[in-house]
């Protein structure tokens, strides 16, 4: 008798743990839509250029600024 | 940050090209002072004055000779510029050099290329040694600084011009401070403009100092004009004298593997080809 009533507490909290946590996780739930991590930054881009392919990185920006001096084959 | 003051700027003709040193918040006697520095290393670092400290070094090849400190710290570039390129740039380069007729500055044209003595070039480590003060080229060897010397001075002049400054040797520049308006300075890559701010850029090419179908941009894999099919690289980097390398190695990869290269190496990076004007 005693056992069974042990295997009946038991039983109860855990389904009842189980409940509890469902119903707290759905009434706190702050943004469906949210991202599971952060965006990755910009990852780079291709620019137009002289002929062939420039490549920028996130760490250079491109501008429409004139330019005050130019890299060069000299 | 914003800068401080106007931006002076300076011009000159050295290092048999053209120079352009811009500062924020600086004199133009600062300026003048940067000119002055780079002609009198530029005076040593030279291969094509007899009495210049690099040609007595050539001259005295096989036997060590006591050089400046600069030179030793530029020496000491040359054989890192190597290890970081996996040998493909070389400074042991002047034997082939004068084998394709690049014996006297380009202004003055080159002279009869004579191809048939070209060799592949020994490993910098092997006939270059640099100790404290005195150096020791290996007996038939000769060093040619060339781009390496621009970039490692494009950063020191940089460096003595102020936080806001950029200075670009032919080429090859560096960049420090916010720039003129705050947000980095405005340079010219491959036609676009990219905003540097304590960044460097290069390029390297097959196009310019050409004549014929040779020109100076030498393949140590071979001691001939580089044929890789690539024709031009512009690469940023960190600093001047590694985008100088960076620039060079990846023109030597050709186009199969310099855009892993530079994707791995270089911030922006610019590949051309034969059919890219």
Known sequence: MRTVLL???ATFLTIGATVASALFVTSHLKNPAAPL????VNAGSTAAALGGTLNVGPSVQATDVEPMTSTYAS | MRPDGPVASHHFEALGTSC???AGGQSRTRLLEGEFWVRRLGARLTRFSTDSELSRLNRNAGQWTGISDEMEVILRAALHAHEMSAGLVNAAVLPSMLAVGYTRPFAEGPTVALLDGARPLPPLREVLEVRAGEACVHAGCGIDLGGIAKGWMADRLCEML???????LGGDLRA????PAGDGWPVGVAGV?????DQAAATSSVRRRRWGEVHH??????????KTGLDEVSVVTASAFEAE???KTALLLGPDFAPAYCAAHAMAWWLAGPDDD
């Open chain 2, 162 to 168: 102020g936080p806001n400054a950029i200075a670009n």
């Open chain 2, 245 to 247: 390398v960076v620039a």
């Open chain 2, 20 to 22: 352009s040193l811009f």
């Open chain 1, 7 to 9: 295997k009946a507490a």
């Open chain 2, 193 to 197: 403009t990219l905003m540097l701010r």
């Open chain 1, 37 to 40: 991590q952060p965006p990755v």
């Open chain 2, 217 to 226: 941009l030498i393949d140590p894999r071979t001691g001939l004009p580089a």
């Open chain 2, 176 to 179: 420090v401070g916010p720039g």
